[in-house]
């Protein structure tokens, strides 16, 4: 027997045993987290009816009366029964004199009671579902082998062995963005953003701009024909192409939704929107700018601008900016981009991606989706988290029926 054997049947039990060791570890890992997964199921039927229960209480709510101060426009129908109920202020009592609340009291009180009970039960089950799911990822966490030894001290040592990983590391060296094409924007690994700093995400695409022709907008008249539409894609095709590249999806995907949205209102139309709501979010104003009629009516963050209408908040996912937390400059920095043309384009198109991503076709070349997950694609990017909603689920099969179109004007 050869003086290696020894060692050799060593290394292979080591193996043996590292091996049992990952597979046990992460298959308690995969049993918690498809145990949380039911939770969030349940948690999510809870959530629905809850849901439900509200919006019985607040159809029931409304056929006796309406929110007239601002601070009952700005409360969840539970709030607004439990004011109606007690009485918070002389205008909330001067509101409800005209108000008979009898008639609807038994149902209204019911409604309530259930959408609590709901609610309560979807945040119990939650809370409950990850304390587990937690509490057993960490100690399958520290029951994994450690993999430090031999001829390195740590991990990280390994990129001097591995070609890849040093090619990678030299690229991510002179820019922070450095990801594989279609992977999805990088804004949560990017430096924090300075209150009046422009984003690593929007110099990049400033930056590739510089190298392509200057984009034809839409501001004053926007395409109302498909001829328009087939016209501005074409007059923009060359900035599409290094979108669709720059966000690792097909052309045909970017000019698809440029097809689908540049027809929309003016953009002066869009200002006044965004003056009125951002006025109404004055504490002097006498409505809450979810109450303003009509269009005007809802979040200031959720107005979209440009020639490819995209709200702000999103905008700012995209670029790299804290939704939660804009700054007025930032928020500048923000409807500046969308509404120049060149700009608005690549955002748009890093939105689609990020959309991809969070979907269950996220692994599928962007040129190998079939119809059914397009169509989807669109109905994501037209309804957000309500994408499956009938009007989201028309703009998706609109979205995948004109692509044919958008393909022929990007020729």
């Known amino acids: 027997m050869s003086k290696s054997r020894e060692p050799y ?21 995969r049993k918690a987290l498809l145990h949380y ?39 969840e129908p539970m709030r607004q029964w439990e004011d109606m109920r007690g009485t918070t202020g002389f205008l909330d009592w001067a ?17 309530h009671d259930q959408a609590s009970s709901d609610f309560g039960n979807a945040k119990t089950v939650e809370k409950d579902a990850r304390d587990d799911c937690l509490a057993t990822l960490r100690k399958a966490y520290k029951a994994l082998p450690d993999f430090r030894g031999g001829s390195f001290a740590d991990a990280k040592d390994l990129l001097d062995s591995i070609p890849a ?42 930056m590739k701009l510089q190298d392509l022709p200057e984009a034809t907008g839409s501001y004053w008249i926007p395409p109302l024909s498909n001829e328009g539409r087939a016209e501005w894609i074409s007059a923009n095709k060359d900035i599409i192409n290094a979108a669709a590249k720059h966000s690792g999806l097909t052309p045909e995907l970017v000019a698809g939704i440029a097809w689908q949205e540049v027809g929309g209102q003016p953009g002066p139309a869009d200002d006044i929107t965004d ?4 006025t109404a979010e004055q504490d002097w104003f006498p409505v809450t700018p979810e109450n303003l009629p009509d269009r005007l009516g809802g979040d200031k963050d959720e107005t979209s601008f440009g ?16 939704p939660e937390n804009l700054t007025g400059s930032q928020r500048d920095q923000i409807e500046a ?68 179109d958008a393909r022929r004007a990007l020729e």
């Not at 020639?307 to 804290?322: D, K, S």
């Not at 991809?356 to 037209?382: C, H, I, W």
């Open 307 to 322: 020639p490819i209408a995209i709200q702000v908040r999103r905008g700012a996912e995209v670029l790299g900016y804290g």
């Open 95 to 111: 509101a409800e004199l005209t108000m008979d609340i009898d008639d609807i009291k038994d149902d209204a009180n019911r409604a």
């Open 165 to 206: 990983l040093r090619k990678e590391a030299g690229e991510a060296r002179k820019d922070p963005l450095t990801r594989l094409e279609g992977s999805g924007p990088k804004a949560e690994f990017a430096p924090p953003v300075g209150k009046d700093d422009v984003s690593p995400a929007l110099w990049v695409i400033r």
């Open 275 to 278: 003056s009125v709501r951002e």
């Open 9 to 29: 049947d060593d290394r292979l039990r080591q193996a043996r045993d590292m091996i049992a060791h990952l597979a046990e570890g992460y298959d308690a890992a």
């Open 337 to 404: 981009a969308l509404q120049d043309p060149g700009q608005n384009i690549f955002i748009a198109s890093e939105y689609l991606a990020m959309l991809k991503a969070e979907s269950d076709f996220a692994d599928v070349p962007a040129d190998q989706m079939t119809p059914e997950q397009r169509q989807e694609l669109g109905a994501r990017y037209n309804g957000g988290p309500y994408w499956q909603d009938g009007s989201a689920q028309n703009y998706g099969k609109a979205f995948d029926g004109n692509l044919k």
């Open 37 to 75: 997964s039911a939770a969030l199921d349940t948690a999510k039927a809870h959530y629905a009816n809850g849901k439900a229960a509200e919006q019985t209480l607040a159809d029931l709510i409304a056929q006796v009366g309406q929110a007239v101060t601002r601070t009952a426009q700005e409360a």
